[in-house]
């Protein structure tokens, strides 16, 4: 059996189609995993995008996905929007379409100056992006 997150109202669209769909209220410990699957399917999504508005729209389902994740830690979107100031503040945002080049058998630790836990970077991908 298949199992996937939907939005709320998708359950009343269906039906006024004519199609009866199964759905259950997921719990907490379910809702985690779901949004996390959610989150991951909306980013492929986003990477397939096929033009502008496509684009928009991927996008605007991944940010309905964060606001749910944020919701469901207890956390405001006020909350959310201080804790990526805090870290563009520290690390810097994309804007300077700055492009990370090592060797493929090199590896570079990046130390947080909070944490005493190094940050791996490797063939251009970042664990803590």
């Not at 989150?39 to 389902?61: P, Q, T």
């Not at 810097?92 to 944490?115: M, S, W, Y």
């Amino acid at each position: 059996m298949t199992t996937k997150l939907i939005r709320d109202r998708i359950p009343e669209i269906a039906a006024a189609r004519g199609q009866q769909l199964t759905v259950h209220t997921a719990g907490t410990n379910e809702m985690v995993a779901l949004l996390l699957d959610k989150l991951d399917e909306e980013a492929l999504e986003v990477s397939e995008a096929a033009s502008n508005d496509e684009l928009l729209n991927e996008l605007a389902d991944v940010l309905e996905v964060l606001h749910a994740i944020t919701r469901l830690n207890g956390w405001t979107l006020d909350d959310l929007e201080q804790a990526r100031l805090k870290k563009h503040t520290e690390r810097g945002g994309f804007d300077r379409q700055l492009v990370l080049t090592t060797p493929d058998a090199e590896c570079t630790c990046i130390h947080e100056p909070e944490k005493d836990a190094g940050v791996l970077l490797h063939a251009g991908y970042c664990a803590a992006a």
